[in-house]
């Protein structure tokens, strides 16, 4: 029987996975320190999630890392996700009427991470944020998710470089049947490609966009 206020092996994996998605490239020592168990314990753990390609160790450092086999639970995780699947042939219309790249985000927590993205075409582009994780309150997807809780409608959100320099983001919602939010609809692009001179006409395009995608997941299937 588990102790009171002792974890099992799993929790502790899971602690330990939590850790370097935090922090990549942890040794032994660090991953101890952080975790609060033995190295011995934290080596058993190592071991068993490196066999499952869970996390991989870099050669040159010996410090471990998330592994590939999560790129794998990703893609299950969004190719399973129903609003994407009607979503994606809109967010591509999207793409090429403007030639930005254009992104789909959920909620998580006090975070938003971004799911899929239909790229921008053009020569300079932003880092893609597939995957990544941000402060909600610094970005306008996860402004505008956090507004949509209490605001009706298609609620619009702009950031200019403060989640990242040079950076800018237009955002809407997207809905489904009940009316509830349940991602965000993006552009993000250069600063000088998306700022107050084009705003009001990449706003119409969104909008549209998200109504579009709205009335997908709204509609009754056969």
Known sequence: ??????KTSIEKALDLIEA???NDNLGVTELSNILGLNKNNVFRLLATLEVKGLIE??????HYRLGMKFLHLEHSYIKHLSFLKKARGTLRELRNEIGETVYISILHENSVIYLYAEESKKPVIVTSRIAKRYKAEDTAAGRTLIRSKKEKGFVVDYDMEKSEPEVSELATVIRDETGSPVAAISIVAPSYRLNQTQLEFYKVK??????KITEKLSATEA
């Open 1 to 6: 029987m588990k102790k009171k206020g002792t």
């Open 20 to 22: 370097l998605k935090e």
């Open 57 to 62: 160790q870099d050669q040159e450092t010996g």
């Open 206 to 211: 969104l909008v549209k966009a998200a109504k």
